[in-house]
């Protein structure tokens, strides 16, 4: 197992390093060169210089990687231009956000994606079945950011139940230590913080888990209809084996391993794929940040970005592949 992960980390090492160089010529081959894309249409002839000499872009291409290079492996990701304030920080700062609309998100597609997919599954050919079906096909065809409008309209335009943007409620005084304010909430006991942490979390995070929850209840469906007609499970079955077992071990942890794989992507993709949301709810995370970049053709906080979000991806199928073998044991002995 620990051979396993060595070996996937030392293999994380050359693929960060192309990707580092595709990112830093892809800025270098921006029209006018990064100076002008970064000024727009106030690039005048001494800004451009300005520019270049700030960011060493004068400088040889061959010189310009490696010195940028050097300062990545030392964590140093640059300056943003919006803020200038150090890309570390403005991540470290706005990361606990992302990451806390990220898990509710997740645990919402994932508990509800495998229940229905299941269910779906038990009832094939169904009215049941062509309900999770159809809606499944919904929830991918319907944009996040027209969802995210729909919800925020309905729930806290109309209707008033939940709140309609931020994170908090700037009124109540609660205590942050981890930034991951329903955590905070429980830690210090601040039960009314926590609670209304968790209601501004309730429309960003169904937007977010939409597409994932769709994308789950058809993977777990699928899955579930090919074990439950293996020759194992009839054989089960022809032996007396207790229909709780059956359905637990032989059926459900079976189709898990596709299911897995699927969660592993789509929390990946949720951490990059915020944007939309974070700026509709105007949720203060790394999305709604990146927005904001995208505009102001900050180029630092998006190569930054891509980076930061590359690591994740290679972290998280690192422990779906290390999931596998506790689900499935046989993983573990072909290893």
Do not use: C
């Not at 919006?82 to 994932?110: G, H, N, S, Y």
């Not at 925020?152 to 335009?157: C, D, E, G, H, R």
């Not at 949720?283 to 505009?295: E, N, Q």
Request: glycine share 8%.
């Amino acid at each position: 197992m620990l051979r396993t992960i060595g070996r996937r980390l030392l293999l994380l090492i050359p693929t960060l390093f192309g990707l580092t160089v595709l990112l830093f010529f892809w800025v270098r081959a921006l029209p006018g060169g990064p100076a002008v894309a970064l000024l727009g249409e106030r690039a005048t002839p001494e800004r451009v210089a300005e520019i270049n000499e700030l960011y060493g872009f004068n400088q040889p291409l061959i010189v310009q990687y490696f010195t940028w290079l050097g300062r990545l492996v030392q964590g140093d990701f640059g300056v943003s231009i919006q803020t200038q304030r150090p890309i570390t920080e403005e991540f470290a700062r706005r990361f606990p956000a992302t990451l806390e609309l990220t898990l509710f998100a997740i645990i919402v597609a994932v508990v509800l994606g495998i229940v229905i997919g299941y269910w779906a599954a038990r009832r094939h050919g169904k009215a049941a079945d062509h309900l999770a079906v159809g809606a499944s096909l919904l929830g991918i065809t319907i944009p996040v950011f027209f969802l995210a409008f729909m919800l925020k309209w309905l729930f806290a335009v109309q209707l008033g139940w939940l709140p309609s943007d931020g994170r908090q409620n700037p009124r109540l005084h609660a205590t942050h230590y981890t930034n991951l304010y329903v955590l905070d909430g429980i830690l210090t006991g601040e039960w009314d913080a926590a609670w209304d942490a968790f209601l501004h979390l309730i429309l960003p995070g169904i937007a977010l888990a939409s597409i994932p929850l769709a994308i789950i209840v058809r993977i777990t469906r699928a899955a579930v209809l090919e074990v439950q007609n293996a020759d194992y499970v009839r054989t089960g079955r022809a032996k007396g084996v207790s229909q709780g077992t059956i359905r637990g071990r032989f059926i459900l942890r079976n189709a898990l391993l596709p299911v897995v794989t699927t969660i592993g992507l789509q929390v990946g993709l949720l951490l990059s794929g915020a944007i939309l949301t974070e700026s509709v709810f105007a949720f203060p995370g790394i999305g709604s940040f990146l927005y904001r970049a995208i505009f102001n053709r900050d180029f630092p906080v998006l190569q930054g970005f891509i980076l930061f979000i590359a690591v994740l991806y290679a972290l998280i199928n690192l422990a779906v592949d290390v999931s596998y073998s506790f689900i499935d044991p046989r993983v573990r002995v072909q290893g």
